[in-house]
């Protein structure tokens, strides 16, 4: 099956932009989605479709994709968007096999 | 609003079967054709598909696990449920049940807050 690689770590200050990124072969053939997942509580979808937000997540993220690699930013980042963040794709092999990412961990300094 | 709830036992001994349900409430579970889903984390780690099943029944699964692995619906209860048979400490996970959205991919957009299964005798 394929397989999903983030960052493990990633900090950013207070305002600033991070992007964090996600590399897969399956991504050349398939979108990618992004997750929050704060402490403690079950993961929320931020970006879905490549570069679409649900309602209620903030203009703040964004996402993209190039090749093998999609990406997350968040523009101004805030002390709650400090969180574990997955990447999530449908697996290259056609078949309805789905994969999460590695994730990456966050700090807002 | 969907909201999605794990129930089942939070212990279960090696070897055994992992029996989990997932009540779904405020949204039908079939119109627009959601799947429905599981998803496990271990202790510390990242996230792992388990499955998915249509309220049909057609259900889908994560190949490393397929063979131990049971995922149905009863959409007359507004439940889908899971069962995971021989299981060993490496089963030891969080279990969330979630709606996936089917369109120009498939995203899971609604999540149950989790259930902590310890296996262990």
């Known amino acids: 099956s394929s397989e999903l690689t983030q960052d493990p770590t990633v900090s950013v200050a207070l305002g600033q932009t991070v992007r964090i990124t996600c590399q897969g072969d399956c991504l050349r053939s398939n979108y990618a989605n992004w997750y929050q997942q704060k402490s403690g509580q079950a993961p929320v979808l931020v970006i879905y479709?490549?570069?679409n937000r649900p309602s209620g997540i903030p203009d703040r993220f964004s996402g993209s994709s190039s090749g093998n690699t999609a990406s997350l930013t968040i523009t101004g980042a805030q002390a709650e968007d400090e969180a574990d963040y997955y990447c999530?794709?449908?697996?290259?092999?056609?078949?309805?096999?789905?994969?999460f990412g590695t994730g990456t961990k966050v700090t807002v300094l | 609003q969907v909201q999605l709830q794990e129930s089942g036992p939070g212990l279960v001994n090696p070897s055994q079967t992992l029996s989990l349900t997932c009540t779904v409430s405020g949204g039908s579970m079939s119109i627009n054709g959601p799947y429905w889903s599981w998803i496990r984390q271990h202790p510390g780690k990242g996230l792992e598909w388990i499955g998915f099943?249509?309220?049909?029944?057609?259900?889908y699964y994560n190949p490393s696990l397929k063979s131990r692995l049971a995922i149905s619906v009863d959409t007359s209860k507004n439940q889908f449920s899971l069962k995971l048979s021989s299981v060993t400490a490496a089963d030891t996970a969080v279990y969330y049940c979630?709606?996936?959205?089917?369109?120009?991919?498939?995203?899971?957009?609604?999540w149950g807050q989790g259930t902590l299964v310890t296996v262990s005798s």
């Open positions: 479709a490549k570069n």
């Open positions: 099943i249509y309220y049909t029944g057609s259900a």
């Open positions: 999530n794709s449908r697996d290259s092999s056609g078949k309805h096999v789905y994969v």
């Open positions: 979630a709606r996936v959205r089917t369109g120009t991919t498939n995203y899971f957009d609604y």
